[in-house]
């Protein structure tokens, strides 16, 4: 499209000339000889400067592009920095009985801040399920299952608009007195984002009131 365009600028730009110098003929044939030789003489130079100025303009652009081309690949490499936490807890439990109990989306409701929790209608179980926790200040959150060997681990990724590029992963390991739960996330963050302490801490804090509730609801469940 851009050469056809180009195509028939040039064409127009030809056609004008042209009738510009037939103009000029015409004036000189009637007896004005000094004025048709200064309107083509006139044509002549801004043709001339025009044409130069485009070469320029062309040359121009065509370094800027590429320029802007090379660039792109070390702006984009630059664009996010990754990060990986981990927090874990031991339990005496089996794995299974702790997988029973933090697998389901509606477990939610006992181990964290959610009002509600379900698994989305339509999406299967497994790999591709997708959980809807909506939370006590009305906030919604949804993830989706992409890897699951049940009931050792899962790793889930958040599919709510403008949620960080992150990935959370819940392994159980067997212990000779039950197992150990970790819950590990990698996430993606601008790379000038500053951090105002250590992923790992982070994830801690953030993780610590979660494994223990865990431990808290498998405790009532004895009694």
Request: one cysteine or more; glycine letters at 6%.
């Amino acid at each position: 499209m851009i050469t056809l365009v180009k195509v028939l600028h040039n064409i127009l730009f030809a056609a004008g000339y042209l009738a510009i110098a037939v103009l000029a003929s015409v004036i000189s044939y009637s007896g004005k000889p000094e004025l048709g030789l200064g309107i083509i003489l006139a044509a002549t130079a801004m043709l001339a400067t025009l044409l130069i100025a485009s070469a320029v303009i062309n040359r121009r652009h065509k370094r800027a592009v590429q320029a802007a081309q090379s660039d792109v690949p070390v702006v984009a490499a630059g664009r996010t920095k990754t990060y990986s936490a981990h927090a874990s807890e031991t339990y005496e439990h089996d794995a299974q009985t702790v997988w029973s109990l933090i697998r389901p989306a509606e477990s939610a409701v006992l181990l964290s801040d959610a009002q509600r929790a379900f698994t989305v209608p339509g999406t299967p179980a497994g790999v591709g399920e997708q959980q809807c926790f909506i939370d006590r200040d009305g906030s919604v959150s949804i993830i989706e299952v992409i890897g699951e060997e049940s009931p050792w681990w899962a790793t889930t990724r958040p599919i709510s608009p403008g949620e960080t590029n992150t990935r959370s992963t819940y392994r159980l390991k067997p212990t000779s007195t039950g197992c150990v739960l970790t819950v590990g996330t990698v996430m993606e963050l601008p790379a000038n984002a500053v951090l105002t302490e250590t992923p790992e801490d982070w994830w801690e804090t953030l993780m610590r009131p979660y494994l223990t509730r865990v431990k808290e609801v498998l405790a009532a469940g004895q009694n």
